[in-house]
């Protein structure tokens, strides 16, 4: 079982709708969870964190955890075409902060 | 405030040489992790270091080093390359210690092994 997985992509959405993703993690103990977007040539920037059980609103993105299932999750609500990007879910393993393990990545493509 | 700084952005090798990428992290920061990322295998943890001391390590061959100095800077090493190296290399810095670290990538060095 991989570390950090993802829904497989791509994923397309119209404008305006709300853009789902998902992640599941192996590692019980896990503290710190985070989702990145890279556009293509890129590097990864932060969209959000989440540490504690339940949403976290930031604007147009609400990440939702639930650690009792190992998952944690990126709504991205009223898409735009920018948001067309490759979006991905890092966890810190163990009782470690700063090994962050990354999953393969979900390719968002937002449809005007 | 200083972003997360990689050089050299490109860089073009034949196999079995070696090469050293740096990586100066954001000022104040002390945590820098390595990342190889492949269209194939996607983002691959390589190391990270604290300290001037190497705190995590990932699944990769004894020919990928690193080391960091006490300004906090970082190089990565690797020797006698494969054509399978070529990959984005990416540089990540975090303030390091316990606590909800978040970290912030540099731009990376794009590595062709021919």
């Known amino acids: 079982q991989k570390e950090v997985e993802q829904n497989s992509g791509p994923l397309s959405v119209p404008e305006g709708a709300i853009a789902s993703l998902n992640c599941t993690y192996s590692?019980?103990?896990?503290?710190?969870f985070f989702w990145y977007r890279q556009y293509s040539g890129k590097s990864p920037e932060l969209i959000m964190s989440?540490?504690?059980?339940g949403d976290k609103e930031d604007g147009r993105f609400t990440a939702q955890l639930n650690k009792a299932s190992q998952y944690v999750s990126l709504l991205i609500r009223d898409s735009q075409p920018s948001d067309s990007a490759t979006y991905l879910c890092?966890?810190?393993?163990?009782?470690?902060?700063?090994?962050?393990?990354f999953g393969p990545g979900t390719s968002l493509s937002v449809i005007p | 405030k200083a972003g997360v700084t990689q050089t050299p952005r490109y860089l073009i090798k034949t196999r079995g040489q070696q090469v050293t990428l740096s990586c100066s992290p954001i000022?104040?920061?002390?945590?820098v992790s390595w990342y190889q990322q492949t269209p194939g295998q996607g983002l691959q943890f390589l190391f990270e270091?604290?300290?001037?001391?190497?705190?995590n390590k990932g699944n990769f061959p004894g020919r990928f080093s690193g080391r960091q100095f006490s300004n906090s800077r970082s190089e990565m090493n690797v020797s006698t390359l494969e054509l399978g190296d070529s990959a984005l290399y990416l540089c990540?810095?975090?303030?390091?210690?316990?606590?909800?670290?978040?970290?912030?990538f540099g731009a990376g060095t794009r590595l062709s092994v021919l």
């Open positions: 270091y604290f300290s001037e001391t190497q705190r």
């Open positions: 890092a966890v810190t393993m163990g009782t470690s902060y700063d090994k962050v393990i």
């Open positions: 989440i540490y504690s059980n």
């Open positions: 590692d019980r103990v896990s503290q710190s």
């Open positions: 990540a810095s975090s303030w390091g210690g316990q606590g909800q670290n978040i970290q912030y």
């Open positions: 000022s104040g920061h002390r945590s």
